[in-house]
């Protein structure tokens, strides 16, 4: 048995740092790394290609909304068209640094407020299936189980891999609990490697609003921005090795 551990990355913009790149790149093996809309200037793009390189991780596109100041946590009325143009623009801007450093897009996984709409809105879902099948359809694209989201990307022919949340809550629909909510950030590591072996192990995670709700877990998302990533994901990762269960790229 084996699964994937994955993190939001690359999310610096010039002068401004976000995230924690160094630290949690050694614990995880992928990476989703922006694309300049919600974070990720050119030259930062370059350095977290870099390091990707550096340390052996696998590296993914993390589009999203063209929303700086909101950090692509903001939902935006894009129209299936500009969806579609702004993934295939983010894809292709990783892609040229790739390129440079001799490596290959490993994966596609939306960020944000613009993967939270896509599994819940089937036109914006299509347009990042599309999107993605137009630069490579062998690229495999990122999505949460059971959504209209893994339905429209499934339809477009990709390679879908299903993913999990830890560190984040769920409600009992199967939706990840909204950021607002009390609870929906899970803070402490050991409760994070608790839920991540529950996932891998059992298919299952306790709901925030009630109950337990059914998981797919391909590969394992810790969020990049979280204060003690690096701490969660640390742990996580020992919790899964000492079960038995390998850590590598999907």
């Known amino acids: 048995m084996f699964v994937d551990l994955n993190a939001d990355a690359?999310?610096?913009?010039g002068a401004f740092s976000y995230g924690h790149d160094r630290e949690i790149f050694p614990l995880?093996?992928?990476v989703n790394l922006a694309c300049g809309f919600h974070g990720g200037s050119p030259t930062r793009i370059r350095k977290a290609v870099a390091l990707a390189k550096a340390q052996g991780v696998a590296v993914g596109a993390h589009p999203g909304f063209p929303d700086l100041?909101?950090?692509?946590?903001r939902e935006m009325a894009?129209?299936?068209?500009?969806?579609?143009?702004?993934?295939?623009?983010?894809?292709?801007?990783?892609?040229?640094?790739?390129?440079?450093e001799g490596l290959r897009l490993h994966h596609v996984k939306p960020h944000g407020a613009l993967y939270l709409k896509a599994c819940r809105d089937r036109e914006t879902a299509r347009a990042i299936a599309e999107a993605v099948k137009a630069f490579d359809p062998e690229v495999p694209l990122v999505?949460?189980?059971?959504?209209?989201?893994?339905?429209e990307a499934r339809r477009a022919g990709l390679r879908v891999v299903l993913e999990a949340f830890p560190e984040r809550a769920y409600l009992k629909n199967g939706q990840l609990a909204p950021r607002s909510l009390p609870g929906s950030w899970i803070s402490d590591p050991e409760e994070a490697a608790r839920r991540a072996l529950?996932?891998?192990?059992?298919?299952?995670?306790?709901?925030?609003?009630?109950?337990?709700?059914?998981?797919?877990?391909?590969?394992?998302?810790?969020?990049?921005?979280?204060?003690?990533?690096?701490?969660?994901?640390?742990?996580?990762?020992?919790?899964?090795?000492?079960a038995g269960i390998e850590v590598k790229p999907f």
């Open 69 to 73: 100041v909101g950090f692509g946590r």
């Open 78 to 100: 894009l129209s299936p068209e500009e969806v579609y143009a702004d993934v295939l623009y983010q894809i292709g801007a990783l892609h040229a640094f790739l390129r440079a």
């Open 10 to 13: 690359g999310e610096s913009y």
């Open 143 to 151: 999505v949460l189980p059971g959504t209209v989201y893994e339905e």
């Open 198 to 242: 529950r996932m891998v192990l059992e298919g299952k995670v306790e709901a925030l609003d009630g109950g337990e709700v059914e998981v797919k877990a391909e590969t394992l998302c810790i969020h990049g921005d979280n204060p003690n990533a690096p701490e969660v994901a640390r742990a996580v990762r020992r919790a899964l090795e000492g």
């Open 28 to 30: 995880v093996t992928s």
